[in-house]
C-alpha cells in the first residue's frame, strides 16, 4: 500500500515457475522483437533463474521465485502474465493488469466442470473450486484459442471478465516465415535425423492414478517394438508425459528410434517438428 503500481513492470510466469515456455515466453520474446523491452521493465519469475539466465530476451531479468525481491516487484508490478495460478496468498492490486493465457485446450474436464477430484494431494473438490472462482475473479483478461475454447473457460473458470480470443501465441512459432529452418535446427539439436519424420505422443495425466501429492503414475500405451519394426525405417517417436507424471521411462533398448523428451521445456518447438501427433 505504500509503494505506488508502475505500470511499465512487467511480470511473466510459466508452468508456476518451472520453466521458460509456452504463451508467457511468446509474449515476452514478441515484446523483445518489437523492442518494447526498452521501455518497460520486464521480470521473468523461475524457481531455478540460473538454469535460464542464457535464454531470456535482452533487457528481460530473471526473477527468483517466492524470495524477498519477488515481492517487492509482484508488489510495484503493473502487468502480470501468467499460463497458471498465482500462490493463493498473492493479493493483486486493483491497478495491476493480470493477463491469464492459459495452457491448453479444453479437451478434458477443467475446475468447475469437475465432477469429482482425485487430485494428488487430498484437496476436496469444494475446496478447490472455492480457490478457483477467487483466483479467477482476479483475472482482468483470458486468452482463447477459438470459439469452442472461449466457451467452456467462461463456464468452468467462472469467468466475467474480457475473453481474447486471439489464438495461443505461443502457436506462432508454427507459422513463421523461417520454420523450414528452424525445423531443421531443432531437429539437429536433439540429433533427431533430419529425413526421418516424426510421431508425437503427449499424454496427460490421469486424476484418478499417482502415487502421492503431484506423483501421477504412467503407463506407456504404446507396443514402441510393433512400432519400430514397422515404422523404424521412415519414422522416430518422441515421447513428452506431462510434468506431473513420476514414472521413469527408459527407452534404452529403442535408440534411435525413440526419444523421451518429458523434460524438454517448450512442447511448441516439438509440435513444430511432428508429423503426427
Known amino acids: 500500500h505504500l509503494l505506488p503500481v508502475r505500470r511499465r513492470v512487467v511480470v511473466f510466469m510459466s508452468s508456476l515457475g ?21 521501455t518497460f521493465r520486464c521480470y521473468y519469475i523461475f524457481d531455478e533463474p540460473s538454469r535460464f539466465r542464457d535464454e531470456l530476451p535482452k533487457g528481460v531479468r530473471p526473477l527468483k521465485n517466492a524470495r524477498l525481491f519477488y515481492y517487492l516487484v509482484m508488489a510495484v508490478a503493473g502487468i502480470w502474465v501468467s499460463d497458471t495460478r498465482f500462490q493463493n496468498y498473492m493479493v493483486k492490486r486493483s491497478k495491476t493488469l493480470y493477463i491469464q493465457t492459459w495452457h491448453g485446450t479444453p479437451l478434458k474436464k477443467l475446475a468447475l466442470d469437475l465432477k469429482e477430484l482425485h487430485m494428488a494431494g487430498g484437496q476436496s473438490l469444494s475446496e478447490y473450486k472455492e480457490e478457483f472462482c477467487k483466483n479467477s475473479a482476479t483475472w482482468d483478461y483470458l486468452l482463447s484459442q477459438n470459439p469452442f475454447s472461449s466457451a467452456v473457460f467462461r463456464r468452468a473458470f467462472a469467468y466475467r471478465g474480457k475473453i481474447l480470443e486471439t489464438g495461443y501465441p505461443r502457436n506462432d512459432i508454427l507459422y513463421r516465415e523461417d520454420k523450414e529452418q528452424l525445423m531443421r535446427q531443432i531437429k539437429s539439436e536433439l540429433g533427431i535425423p533430419e529425413d526421418k519424420k516424426v510421431i508425437l505422443y503427449a499424454p496427460t495425466w490421469r486424476d484418478d492414478e499417482f502415487y502421492g501429492h503431484a506423483q501421477y503414475k504412467f503407463t506407456l500405451k504404446l507396443d514402441l517394438e510393433q512400432m519400430k519394426r514397422e515404422l523404424g525405417k521412415e519414422y522416430v517417436v518422441i515421447l513428452r508425459t506431462h510434468y506431473f507424471i ?32
Not at 518451472?18 to 526498452?38: D, F
Request: glycine share 4%.
Open 18 to 38: 518451472r520453466n521458460y515456455t509456452g504463451n508467457p515466453r511468446a509474449i515476452c520474446e514478441e515484446m523483445a522483437r518489437q523492442k518494447l523491452t526498452t
Open 246 to 277: 513420476a514414472d521413469f521411462l527408459d527407452l534404452s533398448q529403442y535408440e534411435g528410434f525413440a526419444w523421451n523428451l518429458s523434460k524438454y521445456d517448450d512442447i511448441a518447438r516439438l509440435y513444430l517438428i511432428s508429423d503426427i501427433l
